[in-house]
């Protein structure tokens, strides 16, 4: 496969990420399009991540599993966007090979991660719902601890692989990435490697931490929804139906996206749909999650009109205080 311009097998330093093209005016509307999602999706996550760890109330496995999620989005988004911005700013996609293989390392692990911490989070209403008998025995606040942590640690460890065997690829030229961030099949792609191996790698992967998931979180939902017909009350019933059906709808958008930018094989035509995909599982999911799963929740409400009307009554005060030394001295 190698590039018969290249007798010489140079080894490349860097790459350069193409972005979305290079229309000068989409540029800016993309810049700022792209800056206030990342505004809006670290101070709604930040926000969620305050509010489970100060407020006494939410102090159980749902909510704390909300926060490891809000947590997750912030570092997620955070290793694709301030990349993007910057080279959407200054017009300049380099990136160097270490850069790339280190921000492919820390996405992929929190793509990972999150397939599973999803999947938990469903584990829970599941128990929550169908099994309520059960739910204090089987989530006690270890179980929460260890399922939560799994996930991490699961996501971390089998990027390691799949980041292992990227980084021992040769690249031989191009090195122009059609992509927006540096990601596996677009890497892939681009070396000089027998792709067939690595492809299966990222299809096996895919199926185990996506399709998996996936199918166990319909599940849970299934067992959900029938539990949740049988409820007397419509009003009740109405209310969670609506929640869990907008908690699916989500989660079927996430994992859909990603088994089609993975499993799929990467045909021409295929591969610009596909850049489009990848902005809705990387930037799209972390903004609208903290919305669907917590400020949706009356609990999360009920903590953050309590936060505001303590920061009100905080700031009333102090600024009494200012008043009376002012008058004083
Ligand atoms: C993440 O989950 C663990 C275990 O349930 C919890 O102890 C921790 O506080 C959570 N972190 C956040 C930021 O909510």
Redesign the pocket.
Same mark, same amino acid.
């Given at each position: 496969m190698a590039n018969p311009e290249w007798g010489n097998q140079t080894v490349l330093m860097e790459f350069i990420l193409l972005g979305f093209g290079n229309l000068p005016e989409l540029q800016t509307l993309l810049f700022l399009l792209f800056l206030v999602i990342y505004i809006a999706t670290v101070a709604g996550n930040v926000l969620i991540?305050a509010l489970?760890?100060a407020d006494q109330q939410l102090?159980i496995?749902m909510?704390?599993? =909300?926060?490891?999620l809000?947590?997750l989005e912030t570092c997620y988004i955070t290793t694709i966007l301030p990349r993007m911005l910057a080279s959407l700013l200054t017009g300049d996609g380099t990136i160097s090979f270490s850069g790339c293989i280190t921000q492919y390392y820390f996405f992929g692990s929190l793509v990972a991660t999150e397939c599973l911490l999803l999947s938990v989070m469903s584990y829970d209403r599941y128990l929550a719902i169908c099994n309520p008998l059960h739910y204090a025995a089987r989530m006690s606040?270890r179980a929460?601890?260890q =399922?939560?942590?799994g996930s991490w640690v699961g996501g971390l460890l089998v990027n390691s692989i799949t980041t292992l065997s990227i980084s021992q690829l040769t690249f031989c030229g191009p090195n122009v990435i059609d992509h927006f961030f540096c990601d596996f099949i677009p890497l892939v792609k681009l070396s000089c490697n027998e792709p067939h191996l690595l492809e299966t790698l990222a299809f096996t992967i895919t199926f185990l931490f996506s399709l998996v998931p996936f199918l166990f979180i319909l599940m849970s939902y299934i067992c959900i929804i029938a539990t949740i017909l049988r409820i007397p009350s419509t009003t009740g019933r109405q209310k969670t139906f609506s929640t869990c059906s907008s908690h699916l709808i989500v989660v079927s958008i996430y994992y859909a996206t990603l088994l089609i930018v993975y499993m799929f094989p990467s045909t021409d035509i295929l591969s610009n749909f596909k850049k489009v995909l990848s902005v809705v599982y990387t930037v799209l999911t972390p903004l609208v999650n903290p919305l669907i799963y917590s400020l949706r929740n009356k609990e999360v409400q009920e903590a953050l009109s309590k936060a505001c009307r303590k920061f009100m009554f905080v700031s009333w005060t102090f600024s009494e205080t200012i008043k009376q030394t002012s008058k004083v001295t």
């Open positions: 991540i489970v760890v102090h496995p909510y704390f599993f =909300l926060g490891n809000s947590c606040s929460s601890l =399922l939560a942590g």
